[in-house]
């Protein structure tokens, strides 16, 4: 086991890959009662096409990834749920565009949850019944989702940006996908993705690490796990365009949903050339777009935007996209007002005061969030498959500068690369 200090912000954590693959991470922090772990695989929503060195391709349809991390609660002797509650653990788990994470947190027990967070992710239990039970449940969720005004505005952006790139199909796939979906497509999904060596362990909280490294040395060492070929992760190629200016959709909706962003051409940037990019892009937005903003104060007192607005960035290996807006009583003037704002500030330069307050109040959020152990286990999670080590966030920030934040501006908020998803309640 391998220590690692982080002097500059009083950390150390403790990692060791062990003969199966797996990569552990513990992190001790001295005087917290609530330990939380996350079991994590490299595997999301845009991996459905695939192949793993010396077998031959493979194409899953849209959702599997969300609809296994359902299946893998479900065990011979019952849900999970109610193993982890029996040991004072709240549990769950998420599917993101690239990840799942599996996770707990408790106060007690902690050596007793972390074996059974373990156990079940490692043992799959899936049969043609209740496959085909969890595509009724799982299609109620779609269905759900459908009407949800927000979800709608957010994936109709991302599908009028994206022609080829399975980052615009809603997470979940659809109704007609899922029903493609077999118990041995689950387990051929499972055996690629949730090998160990695609998978990490982090465990943050009041925790010792000799014992929990030895305690997850022990379990895996009781499993059989062959050598994995490496996961080849198959795209087509995107076109740098838009694929589409504008999309409405129509809902009951008391005010029309309006959101709005730039798709940059494909980028292949890993580790710490996408951090900086993504960390300078944040504090763009916050300059440019946050409640603190000159055209945030701006739109609001023009009546164009509520207490709903907000900005985002997104960035991974082969895609990035800028997400604005809110609920609007006028779409159209408000995509103008931001547009004709944006340029104003292209024109003249971002000022080095506004610079500076931002790029502070991100490195005191950044400080704040060492203070919780879900925001530390989520996020390192995150960056560790972007081959990030989140400790390498606050020397970033520290060392950006104004001509960074600049050069990002004028490279970001290219009009020709905006679209736009409305929802509404009629056709204007």
Excluded at 125 to 148: A, C, P, S
Excluded at 162 to 170: L, W
Excluded at 381 to 399: A, G, N
Aim: aromatic share 10%; with cysteine.
């Amino acid at each position: 086991m391998k220590a690692i200090p982080y002097p500059h912000v009083k950390e150390t954590i403790y990692t060791e890959k062990l003969a199966n693959g797996l990569s552990v991470y513990i992190l001790p922090k001295e005087g917290f009662s609530k330990t939380y772990a996350t079991f994590s695989t490299h595997y999301g929503s845009i991996d459905n096409h695939f192949r793993v060195e010396g077998a031959p391709e493979i194409k899953v349809p849209d959702g599997i990834a969300h609809f296994l991390e359902h299946k893998m609660f479900e065990e011979p002797t019952g849900d999970i749920f109610s193993v982890f509650a029996s040991k004072g653990a709240s549990a769950n788990a998420f599917t993101s565009f690239d990840r799942t994470a599996y996770l707990f947190s408790a106060t007690d027990h902690i050596q007793e949850n972390l074996q059974t967070l373990l156990n079940f992710v490692q043992n799959p239990y899936f049969t043609e019944e209740n496959v085909e039970k969890e595509k009724g449940i799982i299609g109620q969720e779609i269905n759900m989702y459908k009407d949800n005004p927000d979800w709608r505005s957010y994936f109709g952006l991302i599908e009028t940006m994206y022609h080829k790139h399975p980052v615009h199909i809603d997470i979940a796939g659809t109704i007609e996908s899922i029903a493609d979906i077999t118990k041995d497509l689950l387990y051929d999904c499972y055996h690629t993705f949730y090998h160990p060596s695609n998978m990490s362990l982090f465990v943050v909280g009041g925790v010792d690490p000799e014992e929990i490294m030895a305690l997850v040395k022990r379990n895996q060492a009781a499993k059989d796990y062959k050598p994995q070929g490496t996961i080849h992760r198959l795209f087509e190629a995107e076109p740098p365009q838009v694929k589409n200016k504008e999309k409405v959709t129509i809902l009951p909706v008391s005010l029309p949903k309006c959101l709005f962003g730039c798709k940059e051409p494909e980028q292949t940037a890993l580790g710490i050339d996408l951090l900086k990019r993504e960390l300078c892009m944040k504090v763009l937005m916050d300059i440019l777009l946050s409640p603190s903003s000159a055209i945030y104060q701006k739109l609001y007192e023009e009546q164009l935007i509520s207490d709903s607005f907000g900005s985002e960035y997104n960035i991974d290996e082969h895609y990035a996209f800028s997400v604005i807006g809110g609920d609007t009583p006028n779409p159209e003037q408000l995509i103008a007002r931001v547009r004709e704002e944006i340029d104003q500030v292209k024109e003249q330069g971002i000022k080095q005061a506004d610079f500076e307050r931002s790029r502070k109040k991100k490195i005191g959020g950044f400080l704040r969030q060492l203070n919780s152990p879900e925001s530390i286990a989520n996020e390192f999670t995150k960056y560790r498959f972007k081959e990030i080590d989140l400790f390498e966030i606050l020397p970033v920030y520290e060392q950006m500068t104004i001509e960074d934040v600049n050069k990002l501006l004028k490279q970001h908020f290219d009009w020709n690369q905006l679209a736009v998803s409305i929802v509404r309640s009629e056709v204007k």
